[in-house]
Nanobody, 130 residues
Framework: QVQLVESGGGSVQAGGSLRLSCAAS????????MGWFRQAPGKEREGVAT????????YYADSVKGRFTISQDNAENTVYLQMNSLKPEDTAMYYC???????????????????????WGQGTQVTVSS
C-alpha cells in the first residue's frame, strides 16, 4: 500500500500562487505514475498533472499548461504542485494519487485518467477568489 498525505491548500486571490505538497509513505516503489487530480463541486474528478516515476516525464491537462508545474523530491518521497496565475475556475479539492502500472484501457492519455490510479490522498482544498 502507498499512503499519500496532501498539504498546502488554502485561499488565494486570482493571479496568485500556491504550492501543494504530497508526502508518500509505505510501499512507494509501487508508484509507477504519480499525479495531482482535482474535483470541483458537482464535477467529475479530473487529472491536472502527472509524472512517470521512471524518468520524470511530466504530463499536464490543457487547462493548466504553462501555469502549473509538478515536481518531485525523491529523497523525501514528496511530490509538489506549483500553481501560478491561479484562476477562480481552479477552485477545487486537490488530490494526490499513485498508479501501480500502465492502464492503456483508459485511452492514450490514461495517465490523466482518474480510474487508472490506485492510491489516493484525502485531498486539500484550493479556493481562488476573483
Amino acid at each position: 500500500q502507498v499512503q499519500l498525505v496532501e498539504s498546502g491548500g488554502g485561499s488565494v486571490q486570482a493571479g496568485g500562487s500556491l504550492r501543494l505538497s504530497c508526502a508518500a509513505s509505505g510501499a512507494t516503489y509501487l508508484a509507477y505514475f504519480m499525479g495531482w487530480f482535482r474535483q470541483a463541486p458537482g464535477k467529475e474528478r479530473e487529472g491536472v498533472a502527472t509524472f512517470y516515476t521512471g524518468d520524470g516525464s511530466t504530463y499536464y491537462a490543457d487547462s493548466v499548461k504553462g501555469r502549473f508545474t509538478i515536481s518531485q523530491d525523491n529523497a523525501e518521497n514528496t511530490v509538489y504542485l506549483q500553481m501560478n496565475s491561479l484562476k477562480p475556475e481552479d477552485t477545487a479539492m486537490y488530490y494526490c494519487a499513485a498508479a501501480r502500472g500502465p492502464e492503456p484501457r483508459y485511452g492514450g492519455n490514461w495517465y490523466l485518467a482518474r480510474d487508472a490510479y490506485n492510491y489516493w490522498g484525502q485531498g486539500t482544498q484550493v479556493t481562488v477568489s476573483s
